[in-house]
Structure formats: C-alpha cells, structure tokens
C-alpha cells in the first residue's frame, strides 16, 4: 500500500503536481525492486477510489501487487501488441494514439509527453486512457522531465471527474507496462487505464450484470459524447471555485 500524502484529506486532484511526481517516483522504485526479484514476473500498480470501489481505507492510497504468474487481462494484451508488432513492425499503441490525435474525436487532455482520451472501445461511462506518446515499455525508462508530465496529466483528468458532479469521484485506475519475466518485452507501451463507474450523476451507478456479463456490454453512453462532456470541464478543482 502507497499513501499519496501525509494529509490524508487529499485525493490526487487536490495534490500539487510536484507531490504527485513523489507517488510516481514510489512506483517507480517498487516496480524496480519487486521486478528484480527472480521469482516475481508481473508488477501491478493500481488505485481504487471511494468506497463505491471496495476502497476499505478512507485515507487516498494506492496498491502494489507482485505475482509471479503474468494475469490473463495483461496476458492477452501483451499478445495482441506482439502480433502487432510483429506484423507491422510498430507499437500498436503508438499508431492508436496518432490516430486519435488526428481525428481528434475523444482526446480529453493532451501534453508533451502524454495524452488522454476515450477510447473507442470505452464500456464504462467516462472511462479513459492515459498512454505516452514516446514508446516506453515501462515506467523505468522514464525520464525527469516524463514523470513530471504524467503527473500532471493525471492531476488534470482526476480534477475533470471530480468535477463532473462535484464530488470526489470514484474509480479504479491502473498502469499497464511490459512484465518483468526477464524477457524483452519491444511490444509493450506504457499506458493507464481509469474505470469510473458513475453514470448521470453522483448517485446513479452502472452495474454490468446479466446480458452484460454473459453476452455482450452495453454503453449507456458513447466514446464520443463522454469525450465532450470530460473536455468541457474546468481544471479548477470544484473545492477551489
């Protein structure tokens, strides 16, 4: 477990950019030290928000999961950028993330280093992803200068949520980088994905359940219009209005 701060009446949006830098710093450390350890091949780093997420600590924290079996979502993600790859000879990702910025349809937040959108795929409502823009494997080959952009990335899209309805908005968010199975991983780039499970307002949850769940999901709202209304938003946290 990772606490963000010593104030534990912080979230991450409420964070200055440079004290986020700090929690990534942590992971990067962690992913580091635990990846080095022989019998250890995937590193997951992740948050859940709120108690709507199974948060069971009020205090604003992340967690850290070593394993040494590589889990099946992770798994089937690395085989279809190694396809890719593969095929093309490119990041499947990178030329994803092109595409976006292009079309420019469900890009909510764009820096140096790193951009944010929706995905075309999004099933949550107001789901999003965080993805480099230089094709990184893992958070080890971070520069300075990248970390500090990530953070503020992510300081801007959680302010976003949290000021969709004017609370601290929940979620379950997590990185996905290449393994650490002593393997070269090419394929892999680095990206974070954030599952939010709020709906019209604060109190209107999705539930994935029945046909969802054994047949098909089904989007209450699409990439397109979850895109606008994120890109709409203030990045002035709604406390500090």
Not at 80 to 92: E, H, I, V
Not at 163 to 168: H, S
Not at 187 to 205: G, T
Request: contains cysteine; charged residues 25%.
């Amino acid at each position: 477990m990772i606490c963000f701060s010593e104030n534990h009446s912080l979230t991450l949006p409420e964070m200055e950019t440079g004290d986020i830098k700090k929690v990534i710093d942590v992971w990067q450390q962690q992913y580091e030290e635990l990846g080095n350890l022989d019998y250890i091949n995937h590193v997951q780093i992740f948050e859940n928000k709120g108690q709507m997420m199974g948060c069971s600590n009020p205090h604003p924290h992340g967690q850290i999961w070593a394993q040494s079996s590589i889990p099946s979502i992770v798994s089937k993600t690395q085989d279809n950028l190694k396809k890719y790859a593969d095929k093309n000879g490119r990041s499947l990702l990178e030329d994803y993330v092109k595409q976006e910025l292009e079309a420019d349809e469900r890009i909510i937040l764009e820096n140096e280093d790193f951009v944010a959108f929706v995905p075309f795929w999004a099933v949550w409502p107001y789901e999003t992803m965080i993805v480099s823009k230089r094709k990184i494997e893992n958070l080890l080959q971070f520069s300075e200068a990248e970390k500090l952009s990530l953070a503020s990335i992510i300081k801007d899209l959680t302010t976003k949520y949290d000021n969709l309805f004017e609370i601290p908005f929940p979620y379950s968010a997590g990185i996905h980088q290449s393994p650490t199975d002593g393997e070269p991983h090419p394929e892999w780039h680095f990206h974070m994905h954030f599952y939010p499970p709020l709906l019209r307002n604060a109190e209107v949850k999705k539930f994935m359940v029945g046909y969802e769940m054994l047949a098909e999901p089904q989007r209450d709202i699409t990439p397109e219009q979850s895109a606008e209304v994120l890109k709409g938003l203030s990045l002035v946290h709604y406390k500090s209005k």
